[in-house]
């Protein structure tokens, strides 16, 4: 629980193993590690303790052994209806334990904390929503299933990242998007000026400042931006 003392990773990668889901280790830490960064997830449904990466570098996390984690409060608030009744209930991979079939959660996940999938010939990319607004726009739909599309967009108007980068696509293309599902939008860094400096304050969503200070040194070497004559990286993470 998010109250208690979070647990080595390694006891918790074991159990979901041993108890509900035998799959390779590594693979189970690593949608740990996922569900940990908060330059990965929105809302992240776990807290972490230990080094579980940098936004520069979202692989540098630390071996399970030297990790420790619990369930966030966001996670603790979305479960906590499951003992209600609210799932049936059935054997896990052995028999020696139930698990239930479906997590009820109370919100929707999946538009709050968003997805990425690819199989054969397709993909699939959801980016992650505000939770206030997701709500307003799910009460709405559970008050008048026939709500239209250009409706919900009035309560869930754009995509919410966690970064606070501005989104510069225009509305009317993002209600595009989000009517058919297809589609892309743009992000811009947010930055202030001092004096005879741009500084830099946010990246946009799942973009790496060591890189984009590789990218202009680039244009620097290559004489493309004359009027820089400097770039470093004064970030503390």
Known sequence: KSSGKPKKSARTVGD???KYHPHGDSACYKAMVLMAQPFSYRYPLIEGQGNWGS??????FAAMRYTEAKLS????LLLSE???GTSEWQDN??????????????????LLNGTTGIAVGMATDIPPHNLREVVK???????????SDEKLAEYIPAPDLPTKAEIITPPEELLKIQTT???SYRMRAVYTIEKNEIVITELPYQVSGSKVITQIADQMQAKKLPLV????????H
């Not at 334990?97 to 996940?109: D, H, M, Q």
């Not at 726009?137 to 709500?147: D, E, S, V």
């Open 73 to 76: 409060a966001y996670s603790e």
């Open 16 to 18: 979901v193993l041993g």
């Open 137 to 147: 726009g799910t009460i709405a739909l559970i008050r008048n299933p026939q709500t």
């Open 229 to 236: 004559v400097d770039v470093r990286d004064e970030s503390d």
């Open 82 to 84: 499951l003992g209600q």
């Open 181 to 183: 599902g297809r589609g």
């Open 93 to 110: 991979f052995d028999g020696s334990l139930k698990e239930p079939i479906t997590l009820p959660a109370r919100v929707p996940n999946i």
């Open 55 to 60: 936004p520069d570098d979202p692989k540098s």
